[in-house]
């Protein structure tokens, strides 16, 4: 029973930086596309990156759940900053 309850778990993956959705790309090429909120399997098309949206829509299993990699935003942000100085100087 134990092993079914893990088995059920959505699978996760921390990432640095999400990537774009695939299908926002492909509906809207012009426009910037949504945050990928998960990596999952759609019909006929292999796996794509899906925002929110297009997971409920078009996925076809539960796929993996991408979780950005905490303060990843904030460090970057910061190490930006320090080049910005450095080049200054
Ligand atoms: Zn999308």
Redesign the pocket.
Known sequence: MAGQARSLKQRTATLTVLPP?????M?SPLSI??T?RYDAPIAGNGWAY??????IAYAVGRGTKLIAESGAVEREIVSARQRLAEEGA
């Open positions: 959705c695939d299908l926002c790309k509906e596309p949504q990928a899906l925002c929110l949206y297009h997971y």
